[in-house]
């Protein structure tokens, strides 16, 4: 039974602490939180107790941190819990810099500890039976990749002015995506952005609107393309195509139920919100990383893969500003 | 280059004989009609002549006869183009009459001639491939059989009276299709009826909405719904499942776009007329037909299929009349 | 937080007590079964006490009886709940015998007790909003409901002989599913059957093929096919066709993942198990019950609906052995 | 009957001249090749004379000119006729030489002649009845347009070196279609490019592998994708996102029918040959000039959509070249 100290009660702190409660493999030990009575519900629906985010890193109890916090709490948490000698599992991003990542990642290489990054996608059952099949062969060598990333409306202008931008908030999602398909490192990377969506978008520096393609040193090519904007649900689909064929995975609609009349054949639109697509997805995150830490297996996403999504986001959001590709080493 | 003598003008007539035309295999040599008008329009855009009925069946520059006029004049038309040694392509039925039927198909066998009969929808390409997959074996042994039949919109009363019925005139393309399908004779029939469309049909005596399920000695069952309204267009779909899977083939939408908003996901009605749903399917008959005729092949469907047809056809309406399951032998 | 004693640890009551125990508003307090170690090995997981049945139901700290023992029991722990001024939802059916389940619903209607029946399908997310939709007037009229039900594979032989035959054991459901989608009782049934899967369950007095069509007063239609085999996954769909549209429901693919190469587009086959595709009707169910009894709404369905719907299971039964249409008052 | 000249009575140039015949409206009075022998054929075949292209452009018999011819003659024949006073109905493109297309284009607008561009797909019925659709306000404000254009496989290595390259060959045709569906013109082009289908065509200097995003000055954004290898057909797809939803249209599979079985459930391969997929827009490109110049219409496309779309494929040829992205003035 794994003991966490879950560092975070916010909305996906919850979303782990009850998967982890629910998993029969593992137990929310301790919970932290800078609201103490987020922390005390919390800790009361899925039997925890309330410390210090810095006695939880120190208590023998505790076997794992998983760090659902601010983002700029990731980086230092990770280094603490390294240095205490405790896997981590840290909801993307480690840093809004490459260079605090970068310091990050040594420390936990030093230490040879355990460290996870939350790219919840790369769990959906959908999308990981594609990459799946993939790696198994099933269209031969990959050659192009399009991920569509399109969420329901903006988030609110506080959360825009401190997120980094689109690339590096919500884009990042997809640059993992496009390498955990792909395979293989991108060199390049070409952004065009706009506000189409909301004009004070824009005025705060960001966009809501944006496209973005890159290519492999052996020339494979990813193309993504988000919004901020999509009415008929949240709208996250792949395709990849191989030499041997195309693999894709899409939505899922509401209901199964198609209404047809004189207007046409109408199905319900798709889920709109993140927690309920991606559900599934966040607990075999969890449920993975508990497997990895009890039986010593290996975890991805690690830190290398949030650091190399990271410098995909800087290079896109650079692309983007100065209107030219952008070389990633 | 095969020569035609096409009896009837009419809708059918019309496009059969530009089938001909444009085949490059056969020309339409001769054209009757009772309409003086319709014959001569026609026979002018095919370049055919205009004659008698009994000109053309006699006329030694014809080689094969094509019968659209009004079912009444089908049998006696079957019967004189046999007696005169030419292969007939006829319009379903042969006849409302079981006993018409058998007497006309005596003769035909006499004359050792070729009669094909008109079940355009065993020449629509999907279920064409559909069959012949079944024949092939990729489902395995057929256990049962759904056909779903619906027209946009119930036909004129004139019409209505004169049909013979609902089970006669337009499930007969049904009963026609269980045979196709399933591949062993049904012998037993329920029918259901009722007038929900309108009930100007039940006054006549006639039903709009119907089911009946078939079985045949084997134990294979056939499930057929039809009714005389589809607000989303023509709706004309059949599905089979054996022992090792299903195959089914639907309807064609109008074109391919959908569009997605807050409602849900619209894709547009289907094909709504039988000339446009069936358009490939008159013409693959008639080509079928000219391929037999030039090559010697057997024809299908026979004039035993349009037997058989009419019997399930008269089952049905004796079915649904008595409320009792029909034998069928 | 409404005190439930439920009897039988299964396969079902197991699905039922997890619901209850994470419901929020309802908790298990006492669990029987006739083997020991399943009631201790469910009361432990969802802290509830074992007791006996009798204890169970006379139990002042118990609210609510939850029956999910196997049928022979049911209608006698019904009473007996009822007797003690219980509200009870029971498992389907009631008893296989008509007789037996209005003698028990006589019970229950002199003590004025609450008995909602467990056809889990009317609270499948997809066939509940359909339905919904129907009320609403969606499609206007309804005219014509088509029901599929195919299992991926047929029962044990020995679940075969105690189950009381394919129409009341699984087409049931596809019965009271008629009523709920047509919205009127239907007063003549057909049926067809075979053993086109198995020989042995033909042998037994059994069909694993079926097809039944039945017409109300009004003379609305629904037609049901069931076979025991599906090769492709558990095929689960409903239709319904109305003067002013069509609704239809169906399955739910493995993944969102398509394959496309040279022989095709391939999906994945669809949910193979009961407990998966009806996971979340299961546990709808059980919160509509809870929220029935906790603010005193009327339940369904009704045991008058678990009544109708046996009747229905036992004409189709009887018209399959006669070969004739079979009559319900 | 409008009196059509035909240039080349290849490929195109007999799919235009069978529409031209079959139309009731129109019909081909000449036909040039430099082949006699396809000329002839062709002639007999719709019933026109064989003559030179310089008599038939002279011909006082000849309303409207439609050229087919190879790609070096289309300017010169553009302004023989134009200069003839001749409505011309020629294929894209008018030249690989943007210059070239800048001459002709003035010679045809001080003769104020008619010229129309073959870009056949604006008249695939879905591609035309979305864009409709997106005029009609159906989704809002275009904000962006993805466009997936993948043939089946690659063109011979003698085709390939004389193409222009894929993005003014293959490409041309998905950037019309950009600024068909999106209604402004787009400033800058950003270009990726492999060879990962056919290293000979690397070697040739092309590529066989593109992806290209554009902007318009509004901001609105055009992403094209392009592969010479689609193992399951020509894939032609469009999807256009706007303020108030997405429209979307796509493939035509070869038939409706679909297998379920223990893989899963597989549809068809779509139609893999641009002749049969785009058929119909090839016919309504057609009828559509027959229309215009009949009744003193408006043509689009028109020889500036022509000269655009050249714009565009050598601004995204130069950008894979310099791996930068090109300004569009």
Request: proline share 4%; glycine share 10%; hydrophobic share 45%.
């Amino acid at each position: 039974m794994l003991r966490f100290g879950v560092l975070g009660a916010g909305r996906i702190g919850k979303v782990h602490a009850r998967t982890i409660a629910a998993s029969g493999k593992a137990k929310v030990a301790y919970l932290a939180d800078a609201l103490p009575k987020a922390a005390a519900d919390l800790a009361a629906e899925v039997g925890a107790r309330v410390a210090s985010v810095e006695d939880i890193i120190k208590a023998k109890d505790v076997d794992a941190i998983l760090i659902a916090t601010p983002t700029p709490f990731h980086a230092e948490q990770i280094e603490a819990g390294s240095n205490a000698g405790k896997p981590v599992l840290c909801e993307k991003p480690v840093s809004l810099s490459v260079e605090r990542i970068e310091q990050c990642l040594k420390v936990v290489e030093k230490n040879k500890t355990t460290l996870m990054i939350g790219f919840n996608r790369r769990f959906d059952p959908s999308f990981a039976a594609l990459q799946k099949r993939l790696r198994d062969g099933a269209v031969g060598s990959v050659e192009m990749a399009t991920i569509i990333s399109r969420d329901p409306g903006p988030p609110p202008m506080d959360y825009v002015k401190l997120s980094g931008g689109l690339f590096r908030d919500m884009m990042i999602h997809d640059l993992d995506l496009a390498r955990f398909l792909v395979g293989e490192e991108f060199t390049v990377v070409n952004a065009l952005g706009a506000s189409l969506v909301d004009k004070a978008i824009g005025a705060a520096g960001d966009v809501d609107t944006a496209a973005v393609h890159m290519q492999t040193a052996s020339g494979k090519i990813c193309v993504i393309t988000n919004s901020r904007r999509a009415t008929y649900g949240y709208d996250q689909r792949i395709e990849v195509h191989g030499s041997k064929g195309m693999l894709r995975a899409g939505n899922i609609h509401n209901t199964t139920v198609e209404l047809a009349n004189g207007e046409g054949f109408r199905e319900d639109p798709i889920l709109n919100f993140f927690t309920e697509r991606y559900g599934q997805a966040y607990a075999n995150e969890v449920l993975t990383f508990i497997d990895a830490v009890t039986n010593g297996k290996t975890v991805a996403p690690s830190g290398f893969d949030g650091l190399q999504a990271q410098k995909l986001a800087d290079a896109a959001t650079l692309s983007w500003q100065t209107g030219a590709p952008v070389k990633v080493s």
